[in-house]
Nanobody, 114 residues
Framework: QMQLVESGGGLVQPGGSLRLSCAAS????????MAWYRQAPGKQREMVAE???????NYADSVKGRFTISRDNAKNTVYLQMNSLKPEDTAVYYC????????WGQGTQVTVSS
C-alpha cells in the first residue's frame, strides 16, 4: 500500500501562491492516479485536482485556471501549484493515490488570510 506525506502548506495572503508536495513510497508510483482533495471546516472533502498515470489532468471548477497538478515519476512526487489564492481555498489539503487500492496522506493546512 502506498504511503503518502504532504508538505508545503502554510499561511498566505489572498492573491498569493503556494506549492504543495506529496512524496509517495511503498508501491509503484507511476501506476497510480494521484489527486489532491481538500476539506474545509464543516464541509465535505472535495476533489481539487487529479492526474492520471498518463498525465491527463482534471480540476474542480472552483480552481480551474489557478491551480496546476503535476507529477514527477522519477521522484515519486505529485505537486499542486496554487496561484491567486482566495480565502475560500482555506482547508486541509490531502494527497490521494488510487490504483488497486486507495491511500490518503495525513493532510497539510492551507490558510488564506490577510
Amino acid at each position: 500500500q502506498m504511503q503518502l506525506v504532504e508538505s508545503g502548506g502554510g499561511l498566505v495572503q489572498p492573491g498569493g501562491s503556494l506549492r504543495l508536495s506529496c512524496a509517495a513510497s511503498g508501491s509503484i508510483f507511476s501506476l497510480y492516479v494521484m489527486a489532491w482533495y481538500r476539506q474545509a471546516p464543516g464541509k465535505q472533502r472535495e476533489m481539487v485536482a487529479e492526474i492520471t498515470n498518463g498525465g491527463r489532468t482534471n480540476y474542480a471548477d472552483s480552481v480551474k485556471g489557478r491551480f496546476t497538478i503535476s507529477r514527477d515519476n522519477a521522484k515519486n512526487t505529485v505537486y499542486l501549484q496554487m496561484n491567486s489564492l482566495k480565502p475560500e481555498d482555506t482547508a486541509v489539503y490531502y494527497c490521494h493515490a488510487r490504483f488497486s487500492s486507495y491511500s490518503w496522506g495525513q493532510g497539510t493546512q492551507v490558510t488564506v488570510s490577510s
